[in-house]
C-alpha cells in the first residue's frame, strides 16, 4: 500500500496550465484589440451605418512577451482612420524599458547565461544571446558617439588624467588592460569627463596618442 495509487506526472501538468493562461492572455488581448478597433470604427466588423469612421482591411500579427509567455497579437487593420491601440503602446514602452535593462545588465558584467535565466524568471521567456549581441552593437554605438564627440563646451583650464585597470577576456584568456581616463574643470565650474580609450599599457606612446585624440576634439585652453 505504500505504492501511490494515481500516479500524477507534475511537469505536464504545469506545461498545461501554463499553455492554459497563455492561450487566455493572448485571447483577452485580440478582443481588446477587436474592442479598441470598434471603438474607433464606431462600428462591428461587417456592420453599416452612418457614424462609422472607417473600414476594416484584414489584420497583421506581432509578438507579444508576456509574463505567461510569447502570444500572437491580430491587430486590424483600418482604413481611413489611424489605429493607434494603448495595448502596442505599453508594449513598445515595455520592449525599450526591456533593452535598456538588457544592455545595463551586460555592462554591468553580467554573464550571457544569466542574462538569459534572469529574462526568463522575469518576462517568462529567454532572451537568446544572439539577441543581446544586436542590442549590444546597439549601445556600442552610442558609446563611441559620446566617446568621439567634439569637445565644444568652451575652454578646460583643469584637467586631471589617470589611468584604470580592468581585465579582459581575450580569446578565452584573461589579462589586464589599461583604461586612460580624462577628467576636465570647464571655464564655468563644472567638472565633465573628457574621454576614456584604452591604452593597453601606461607608457609614453599611449599617453601621447590619448592626449592628441583629446586635442583633435577640441581640447583648448588648459592650464
Do not use: C
Request: proline share 2%; no cysteine; aromatic share 8%.
Amino acid at each position: 500500500m505504500s505504492e501511490k495509487i494515481v500516479q500524477l506526472n507534475e511537469a505536464a501538468i504545469k506545461s498545461e496550465l501554463k499553455e492554459l493562461v497563455r492561450g487566455s492572455v493572448e485571447e483577452t488581448l485580440n478582443e481588446l484589440l477587436e474592442a479598441e478597433a470598434e471603438k474607433l470604427t464606431q462600428a462591428a466588423r461587417y456592420e453599416r451605418n452612418e457614424q462609422r469612421q472607417g473600414y476594416r482591411s484584414g489584420h497583421y500579427s506581432r509578438n507579444l512577451t508576456t509574463t505567461s509567455g510569447d502570444v500572437t497579437l491580430k491587430v486590424p487593420k483600418l482604413k481611413g482612420i489611424s489605429f493607434e491601440t494603448a495595448i502596442i503602446e505599453r508594449y513598445r514602452r515595455r520592449e525599450s524599458s526591456v533593452e535598456e535593462a538588457l544592455i545595463e545588465m551586460y555592462l554591468a558584467g553580467v554573464s550571457v547565461r544569466r542574462v538569459e535565466d534572469i529574462t526568463e524568471a522575469l518576462w517568462g521567456s529567454k532572451v537568446s544571446p544572439s539577441t543581446i549581441s544586436e542590442l549590444n552593437k546597439k549601445a556600442y554605438v552610442h558609446i563611441e558617439d559620446w566617446r568621439n564627440r567634439p569637445l565644444q563646451g568652451g575652454r578646460y583650464p583643469y584637467v586631471y588624467v589617470d589611468g584604470i585597470y580592468l581585465r579582459r577576456n581575450w580569446g578565452g584568456e584573461f589579462e589586464n588592460v589599461a583604461i586612460l581616463v580624462a577628467i576636465a574643470v570647464n571655464e564655468d565650474g563644472y567638472r565633465e569627463v573628457l574621454g576614456a580609450a584604452e591604452g593597453m599599457k601606461e607608457d609614453k606612446a599611449s599617453w601621447v596618442s590619448f592626449f592628441q585624440w583629446l586635442r583633435g576634439r577640441g581640447l583648448n585652453g588648459v592650464k
